[in-house]
């Protein structure tokens, strides 16, 4: 084990908590019974993790997080496996770069990626019967970083504080792999070229809560994102990579800089090479994805994201133009990729790529 986690005090809980139903889950709304922290300060650096009771931090008001949003976040998931000897992560070894590049962009410094993992593993052993054994449900786990240092001055912020918390969820959409809605969202966009689309920061899901608002009061679940400067090339959907199927050939955005490189992304990418089906990582707009629908050559839309894996899209509205994909069922690749994903996830399928971490 590393060094700096040799050094990890823990403290357990006197109260645990009651553990809810597995079969009646959301997402997000329960906590485990601990969380796990690690300081830095400047001089110093990342310091004195520890494992203490789920509960309020204290942080002064004027904490620079609370004014200029220096902050991220992470989310990945624990599966039980399939073969009953215990818990399995999903390619956190990528959550833990992704942490970096993020943090990089921001000014927050950077973490080793085996204290990272490391730090996680720790605090599901702590939890570990914290994670619900239903179809459907996970323990997801939110790492994120917050600046605290007490100052109103408009700079990187001195200290820090690496988090970590637990959730035991169910399914991210209620409805399963039913089909989504989504609205074109030609007004509002969530990233541009020199911007942060490519980091995970909650910075880019409050300038997205408007037009998911919006979207939502039109009767749709989600918007799909055009480029910030023309509005007119597909970028994602919501807070996922966005997929099109289109004369059997899958189209999704490149990594330019404007998109957030998902996990899930990489992995649809992976199999779907593996299985010779032709990927087009390139850009391409919102106008051939209407003229393919129009032409019959548009058989499928999904999302894909560590939340919902991969969620099947029903329906599009962009301006006054609505179109059906697929009769509005789900496509036979979306249900292949899900099925795929969650079989390795959880060790119903071989894990050819070394994907899944046992714990
Ligand atoms: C987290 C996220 C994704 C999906 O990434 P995964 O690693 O697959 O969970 C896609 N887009 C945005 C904007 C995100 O924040």
New binding site residues.
Partial sequence: MNELLETLKITKTTHPKEKPDPAALGFGQVFTDHMFLLDYDEGQGWHDPVIVPYGPIPLEPAAAVFHYAQEMFE?LKTYISADGDGLRLFRPD??AK?TNQTNARICIPLIDEEIYVGAIKALIGMDRDWAPDYPGTSLYIRPFIIATESFLGVRSSNSFKFIIILSPSGPYYKGGLTPTKIYVEDNYVRSAEGLT?DA?IGG??VIGLKAQACAHEKGYDQVLWLDGKERRYVE?IG???AFFVIDGEVYTAPLTGT??P????DSVLTILRDRDIPVREERFTIHEVYQAADEGRLSEVFA????AVISPVGEMLWKDRHITINGGEIGSLSQELYDTITGIQSGYLPDTHGWTVKL
């Fill in positions: 989310g990528m959550n992704r689309g995970k880019n899901y994602e807070t996922s990579n998109i957030l998902g996990i899930t992304r894909a994201g560590t939340a």
